[in-house]
């Protein structure tokens, strides 16, 4: 069972640079999310999706575009990639919202120079 | 606003020497308080889900407690494997879960 898979692991833009970071799970979770970590600081929510077709922003959307064409992809679109977007993006999914655990990917590791 | 504190930053023990990472939080309408464990390079792992004050979980050298204001992950005889990154969690209304910046354990053998 693979749970969480994103790619790439590392990436490096470089300014006004666009790409596309792929998530997709297999364990037929409706909720998806995406989190950025940086250094000192607690996750932050990009973006997350309830189910197919249903995006909405998290806490922190600016710079970031989201889609939900299936069940099990979730990727995060940045668009014109800024030094502020260097940081290490997790995809997590769960089956339910409010009470349920989320499962994690293994990052995706970003530098913008 | 909801936050989440977690203290201290940093911790170093003795494998052996037992301790307590502290999470405090403010949050309206707590729906959970969660525990997770980041290993270096890879995405966090669940640990436990605590609901109401009063509450206890256990697992191996691990345990976890839940107060109206804050949760201790205690760890007893902690070993090296237990070196990592613990997180605190709260979700409250919404979709959102609000992480702390994390507790980075080191235990020494």
């Known amino acids: 069972n693979a749970g969480v898979t994103q790619t790439p692991k590392f990436r490096i833009l470089k300014i006004g640079q666009s790409m596309t970071l792929q998530c997709t799970q297999d364990m037929n979770h409706n909720y998806m999310y995406w989190y950025r970590q940086d250094p000192g600081m607690g996750l932050k929510l990009i973006y997350y999706?309830?189910?197919?077709?249903?995006?909405d922003k998290g806490e922190v959307p600016n710079g970031y575009n989201v889609s939900r064409s299936t069940t099990e992809d979730f990727p995060l679109r940045l668009e014109l990639a800024a030094p502020s977007q260097t940081s290490v993006y997790f995809c997590?999914?769960?089956?339910?919202?409010?009470?349920?655990?989320?499962?994690f990917g293994s990052g995706t590791q970003l530098s913008v120079l | 606003e909801d936050q989440v504190t977690q203290s201290p930053e940093a911790l170093r023990l003795q494998e052996g020497e037992s301790s307590s990472l502290n999470c405090s939080y403010t949050v309206s309408g707590l729906r959970g308080l969660f525990w997770y464990r980041q290993d270096p390079g890879k995405g966090p792992e669940f640990l436990f889900t605590l609901y109401s004050a009063g509450e206890e979980k256990e697992k191996e050298r691990l345990k976890a407690t839940l107060t109206k204001k804050e949760s201790f992950l205690h760890i007893t005889a902690p070993k090296p494997e237990d070196s990592a990154t613990y997180l605190c969690a709260v979700r409250a209304k919404g979709y959102d879960m609000r992480f702390g910046a994390g507790t980075r354990l080191t235990v020494k053998p």
């Open positions: 999706s309830v189910g197919a077709g249903i995006t």
């Open positions: 997590a999914s769960s089956y339910g919202s409010t009470n349920e655990k989320l499962f």
